[in-house]
Nanobody, 123 residues
Framework: QVQLVESGGGLVQAGASLRLSCAAS????????MGWFRQAPGKEREFVAG?????NYADSVKGRCTISRDNAKNQVYLQLNTLKPEDTAVYYC???????????????????WGQGTQVTVSS
């Protein structure tokens, strides 16, 4: 069992940066691939970034976003730079057991989800 708690969201102006954090409780954190997803009002949840033995990014954030993890602290981070109004969404952290059951950008492979943190980017 893994519990995930996101933090770091907020209201920022376009062009700003944010660092989201996800704290995981439970054992064997390092055995999980971690992902960040987001959901904007009226839209489906979409993949943002994932980290296993590799990293993977959605095209919409590639070059502006960095996912990282600290296994000693049971934390995963999402650095978002040059934020745009279209980045406004609730951002969710998720954990997928390894070996992966599918592609890292597929929400179906993630067994555990956090409650989300709101990111709002004003123009």
């Amino acid at each position: 069992q893994v519990q995930l708690v996101e933090s770091g969201g907020g209201l920022v102006q376009a062009g700003a940066s944010l660092r989201l954090s996800c704290a995981a409780s439970g054992r064997a954190f390092s055995r999980y691939a971690m992902g960040w997803f987001r959901q904007a009002p009226g839209k489906e949840r979409e993949f943002v970034a994932g980290i296993a033995r590799f990293t993977n990014y959605a095209d919409s954030v590639k070059g502006r976003c960095t996912i990282s993890r600290d296994n000693a602290k049971n934390q995963v981070y999402l650095q978002l730079n040059t934020l745009k109004p279209e980045d406004t969404a609730v951002y969710y952290c998720a954990a997928a057991p390894t070996p992966l059951k599918g592609l890292i950008y597929s929400p179906e492979i993630y067994d555990y989800w956090g409650q989300g943190t709101q990111v709002t980017v004003s123009s």
